[in-house]
């Protein structure tokens, strides 16, 4: 629509207002965007926000040597509840800027993720974590249960919803998956979880269990339209029929799955067979950024490389798997990841009056194939101004450079585990 207006009354979208009809129109604010696309906010369908503060740390090592040898003991010597505070502080003032509305989040301490988001006015999925392993967070299951029903006692504020976020099928035991599908069923949650990430995630499974992740997922009763998929670049002929009968949402992080040399999603063959694919950025210490124009962008090239066939995925479809395709995956579609009357209003605004975007022939193409995260000038949630003109309008710029320095020192000092 081009030139269009866009209204907004009590933080929903209520008019998309012609040309020739916006004369009559009165408001109480109005922003013009000359040379501007106006888009739904991006949905980041998997971060782990937090963990900003090792970004640059443990880079260019295989999968589960950086996860073992390196993530695990980082996060034992130093994430706190303070961390996962500051952390995803700073998480958030990076999405905001590169027009992310809305983020599904997988990690500790997630009482403070609610915190950090609901001070930047962010939308936020959060997953509430279980696994078979201690952390800094609790101790196995048990606490991890017990935090969960403690959460589920009062309703989550306005902008936030939760998920049951089991890390995955290495590191959950079946009698803790029997009892995430059990919760998610009496709570109606999503699940969400890594699965088929790594060539060893499946070695380790088929010693372990007999069987593949997926076809023990799906014993379990974890594999249905509650779960959100996360990664699936491990997909060979016999998990096929499971996934086109179970049609799971799938989440991509292809930058992540590039850097740990994970694997490729088969996004085309996921699409063809009708599945619900959604985009994510995955932690920045395996990224190492939140962009999700960029990574709506290697989405695009890397289906299209992947499949060996440069027709597949086209800009319009990339976009969508960034925006509405997530809101799908978290059952926010009817609220989020279109502009249509009657959703909220969750919207960024990109300049495309900049080098790198002129000509304009077709907006949608110079988004997705040409754009950068600098041209992102304008962000709302429900309504709410996040940033304008790039400046962040709900956090404060100076102080959450200050702690992410001060998380730098603190780092730097504390020598490595062995
Ligand atoms: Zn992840």
């Known amino acids: 629509l081009r030139d269009f207006g866009l209204g907004i009354t009590n933080g929903k979208i209520a008019a998309l207002i012609p040309p020739q009809d916006l004369a009559q129109v009165t408001a109480t604010q109005v922003v013009s965007l000359d040379d501007h696309v106006v888009l739904p906010g991006f949905v980041n369908a998997h971060a782990h926000s937090a963990m900003v503060l090792l970004r640059g740390l443990a880079n260019d090592l295989p999968i589960i040597t950086w996860l073992e040898k390196h993530i695990f003991p980082l996060e034992a010597q130093f994430v706190s509840a303070e961390f996962v505070r500051d952390g995803t502080e700073l998480a958030i003032a990076e999405m905001i800027q590169s027009g992310t509305t809305c983020f599904n989040d997988h990690y500790f301490f997630p009482e403070e993720a609610v915190a950090a988001a609901q001070k930047a006015k962010m939308r936020a999925n959060i997953g509430l974590w279980v696994a078979d392993i201690p952390t800094n967070w609790g101790k196995g299951p048990e606490d991890y249960f017990s935090y969960f029903l403690k959460a589920m006692e009062t309703p989550p504020p306005n902008l936030i919803q939760y998920a049951l976020a089991p890390h995955g099928p290495y590191i ?133 490389g992947v499949a060996g066939d440069a027709t597949v995925l086209g800009a319009h479809e990339a976009l969508k798997i960034a925006t509405l395709n997530g809101a799908k995956a978290m059952g926010l579609d009817h609220k989020i990841g279109s502009l249509l009357p009657g959703k909220d209003a969750d919207i960024m605004a990109i300049n495309l009056n900049d080098f790198s975007t002129l000509p304009t022939y077709n907006p949608i193409t110079q988004v997705v194939y040409s754009a950068g995260r600098h041209q992102i000038t304008h962000v709302w949630v429900q309504g709410e101004a996040l940033m304008s003109e790039r400046k962040l309008l709900t956090c404060d710029v100076e102080e959450v450079k200050a702690i992410a320095r001060k998380w730098e020192e603190k780092i730097v000092a504390v020598p490595p585990l062995e």
């Not at 599908?181 to 979880?193: G, K, R, T």
């Not at 292809?254 to 740990?260: A, D, F, H, I, T």
């Not at 996921?270 to 994510?280: D, Q, Y």
């Not at 939140?290 to 990574?295: H, K, Q, V």
Request: proline share 5%; charged share 25%; aromatic share 4%.
């Open 172 to 304: 959950v035991s079946d009698d803790a998956f029997k009892r995430v599908v059990a919760l998610a069923e009496q709570y109606d949650l999503p699940i969400h979880a890594h699965i088929h990430e790594s060539e060893e995630e499946i070695r380790r499974s088929l010693k372990q269990y007999g069987k593949r992740p997926l076809a023990r997922l799906h014993e379990l009763g974890v594999l249905s339209q509650r779960l959100q998929a996360v990664h699936m670049t491990q997909i060979t002929e016999e998990d096929w029929p499971l996934l086109e009968r179970v049609r799971p949402h799938i989440t991509t992080c292809p930058e992540s799955n590039l850097k740990l040399a994970s694997g490729f999603a088969p996004i085309q063959k996921f699409l063809e067979r009708g599945l619900n694919v959604s985009l994510g950025t995955d932690g920045a210490v395996s990224n190492n950024d939140l962009d999700m124009l960029s990574e709506t962008r290697t989405l695009a090239l890397l289906s299209k």
